[in-house]
């Protein structure tokens, strides 16, 4: 059996390549080439994809003996990910650009460079398993519950579980580094990537005005009876439940409630106003077979939360409502909404 790895250059992916190989498979490595720092406007040092990643990469592949390749999918990743990131903000929402990464770049661009090449699985270095059961597949929380990543892999088919092999599910990070170190890994200590990878100052607003040359207008802040507050520093700088960074003092503690692009105005509440019992999610994708139209589930809204009861009830356009047991702070449009029963990934989709 033949697979390609995708590795980053982080020790993730680097301790999958070794443990496939170990079980026998004829493995490649191949890393994403999704941009250049130059056509971002960053650094070179404060990136991952950088070229230095793809040199740590390379070197593992040698240590392990296996082919490597470098996969140009820039226009792809152009495409999917960064003009949907800034359209997302432009309109109100907040993306979540690791999904769409994993959905169309390393799920959909790598698979399909799988069936050229004539490759039976993809593999990568998340923290997810995938268990069958009476011939159907499921995604299932990594058994680190830390480092758990199904949360990003929400989107999965039954097509694409059976040509994916996650074999770091069953370990947990101190096990990953202690493997790495043991195997002389020039990455076994190399720190995890926490930001955007095409935002590592975490500046979402700088960063679009850079790549568009847009300019996004001052407005009001109101209050949720309409009342002007002061001014904001352009709608594309906030997002639900923030406080830091407003730049205006109100004598008490306000957060973002809402962003009204048309009348290009942001409202602020105070932290208890920000609590709600239920969402509505579209483009659900459901993993587990025969959904009941309504389900008893635990959902999370965003990737580091622990989930919570609630009930999801499918509606006739697809769509689905999910109803929380209790309020719920600062549930936010553009990031995903996802379900669980125990262990397992039971579906999610995006909220609106």
């Known amino acids: 059996m033949k697979a390609i790895i995708a590795m980053s ?24 080439k999704l941009y250049d720092n130059d056509d971002l406007l960053l650094s070179k040092e404060k ?42 903000y432009e309109t109100g929402a907040t993306p979540n650009p690791c999904i769409d990464c994993n959905r169309y770049l390393k799920f959909e661009k790598l698979f399909q460079r799988m069936r050229e090449l004539e490759f039976d699985y993809v593999v990568t270095g998340h923290y997810a398993r995938i268990e069958e059961k009476d011939g159907w597949l499921y995604l299932k929380k990594g058994l680190d519950a830390s480092k758990d990543q199904s949360y990003v892999l929400y989107s999965l088919s039954q097509y694409q579980l059976s040509h994916i092999k996650f074999p770091l599910g069953d370990f947990n990070k101190t096990q990953i580094r202690q493997i790495a170190e043991e195997n002389n890994f020039i990455n076994s200590g190399k720190k995890d990537s926490q930001d955007i990878c ?51 003092s109100f004598g008490k503690p306000m957060y973002v409630a809402d962003k009204d692009i ?91």
């Not at 607003?205 to 002007?228: D, H």
Request: hydrophobic share 35%; net charge neutral.
């Open 9 to 32: 250059g982080g020790v993730d992916s680097s301790v999958a390549a070794l443990l496939m190989k170990k079980q026998g498979y004829d493995c490649i490595g191949a890393t994403m």
């Open 47 to 88: 990136t991952c994809c950088s070229l230095d990643d793809i040199e740590d990469a390379r070197q593992v592949a040698r240590r392990l003996d296996i082919p490597y390749y470098v996969f140009n999918f820039k226009g792809e990743f152009r495409e999917k990910v960064i003009n949907k990131f800034i359209k997302s």
């Open 198 to 248: 095409f935002v590592p100052d975490g500046d979402y607003a700088g960063f679009i005005e850079s790549y568009t040359g847009r300019k996004y207008p001052c407005g009001n802040f109101i209050n949720k009876n309409g009342e002007v507050l002061g001014k904001h520093n352009g709608i594309i700088r906030y997002t639900t439940g923030q406080r830091k960074g407003l730049g205006v």
């Open 262 to 352: 048309e009348n290009n105005t942001v409202t602020l509440c105070t932290n208890e106003e920000l609590f709600s019992n239920e969402l509505c999610a579209v483009d659900f994708n459901w993993i587990i077979p025969n959904v009941p139209n309504r389900i008893r589930c635990k959902a999370k809204v965003r990737y580091n939360m622990t989930e919570q009861d609630a009930e999801a009830i499918i509606k006739e356009d697809g769509s689905v409502k999910i109803v929380f047991d209790d309020p719920q702070r600062a549930i936010t449009k553009g990031q995903a909404a996802v379900l669980y029963d125990g262990d397992i990934l039971i579906g999610g989709g995006t909220i609106i």
